[in-house]
């Protein structure tokens, strides 16, 4: 079993200096040990490092993807119109990562929606990218507690709701006299699905404001003929952020979704876990979503989410990159995740979330154990 890798390169926020990175080489040394492949790179506004990645991977017959983000992490001067909590307040982000802040803007909001693209023109259009490959087209999850993972409550996302049937006051209720019915009960096809009617269908009105703010900004950037993949949350959070995978991927590229098991900030399964533990206690959450951190992080669970989407559209993301405290991705790590990969009929995979950051020791484990390099 081979496997086609795509390779993510992070070069920083948009207000980013430029590093000046060689580019070129990482991607060359990286296409030798692991076979050419698509480049996600993005979305530092300065430097070379576009034309650099556009020349090493359009040589290899391979396409440029820009990595952008939507709803998280946009410049200030284009005023993006914040997510308010169900009480009230300004949804609060926390830095993690460098450059990060991971406060959410509200996904209802058109002007909002229309940031990316708008990021595009501005910095980007001129460049020889093949596709866009969109970030942060989510709710706030749990991380950073309760207040931050129900999604906006702001007059907009409420008038969604209610032509979904869904009274946001009645879940503001809910979430105050009776956190349980937020247990989900159930899932099926990548949808949690609760006893609780409202509930339900509050989450499916969650769902469907990302899936119909993804189309529209499909709808944008094929317009320049620019086909979009996305960053997605595993299978096991995805939903709970209001992504349905099952829906989002009937037009997009690929999808990719972050099975971060070894991942200690956002996104990251043992983080996302531990904060969505916590924020249920004294209910356990985990317990209803079949485990707890350890459970829910091995490889029979990334098996079993990843059996309920299609391989075809399937980039599956896994850490080869080492940020200290944060992510110790190893030889052994990237080597077992690969084989689990080929065992479960994945012939695509997307080394994340920096190839940067990448130790030539995981590359070369990479080499050796999944990907035969034609001779
Ligand atoms: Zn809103």
């Not at 480049?39 to 300065?46: D, E, L, M, N, S």
């Not at 769902?207 to 979009?228: G, K, Y």
Request: aromatic share 10%; proline share 6%; glycine share 6%.
């Amino acid at each position: 079993m081979t496997c086609r890798y795509t390779y993510q390169i992070a070069t920083g926020g948009f207000n980013a200096a430029d590093a000046s990175e060689d580019i070129t080489a990482a991607l060359e040394t990286a296409f030798s040990l692991t076979g050419p492949g698509d480049v996600i790179i993005g979305w530092r506004a300065q430097g070379d490092c576009y034309r650099q990645a556009a020349d090493v991977t359009h040589r290899a017959g391979k396409r440029l993807w820009l990595w952008l983000p939507v709803f998280s992490e946009l410049p200030q001067e284009l005023s993006p119109i914040p997510a308010i909590s169900y009480m009230g307040r300004e949804q609060q982000g926390f830095e993690i990562m460098p450059g990060e802040d991971f406060q959410f803007a509200c996904p209802t909001n058109a002007h909002n929606i229309e940031i990316a693209y708008t990021l595009y023109r501005r910095h980007f259009a001129h460049l020889p990218f093949d596709g866009v490959f969109l970030d942060k087209i989510r709710h706030a999850s749990f991380a950073g507690g309760l207040e931050n993972g129900l999604g906006c409550f702001c007059e907009s996302c409420r008038d969604v709701y209610a032509r979904q049937g869904v009274d946001a006051d009645e879940i503001v209720q809910l979430i105050r006299n009776n956190p349980a019915a937020f247990l989900p009960a159930d899932m099926r096809k990548c949808i949690y699905r609760f006893e609780n009617e409202a509930v339900d269908r509050f989450y499916q009105a969650k769902a469907n404001i990302i899936t119909s703010a993804v189309a529209a900004l499909t709808d944008r950037f094929l317009e320049h003929r620019l086909p979009v993949a996305l960053d997605v949350f595993a299978p096991l959070l995805a939903y709970l952020v209001g992504q349905d995978l099952l829906a989002l991927s009937v037009r997009a590229a690929f999808i990719k979704p972050m099975i971060y098991c070894i991942t200690h900030a956002p996104a990251g399964l043992p983080f996302e876990l531990k904060w969505l533990r916590d924020c249920f206690a004294p209910h356990d959450i985990l317990a209803r979503m079949g485990g707890d951190i350890d459970t829910l992080c091995s490889k029979e669970s990334v098996k079993a989410q990843l059996r309920e989407l299609k391989p075809d559209t399937l980039r599956p993301g896994f850490e080869i990159n080492i940020v200290p405290d944060i992510c110790e991705s190893s030889p052994g790590y990237v080597a077992s995740f690969a084989a689990l990969l080929a065992e479960s009929g994945f012939a695509n995979a997307v080394l994340s979330w920096n190839l940067l950051g990448a130790s030539g020791d995981n590359l070369k484990a990479l080499s050796g154990c999944f990907y035969s390099t034609p001779t």
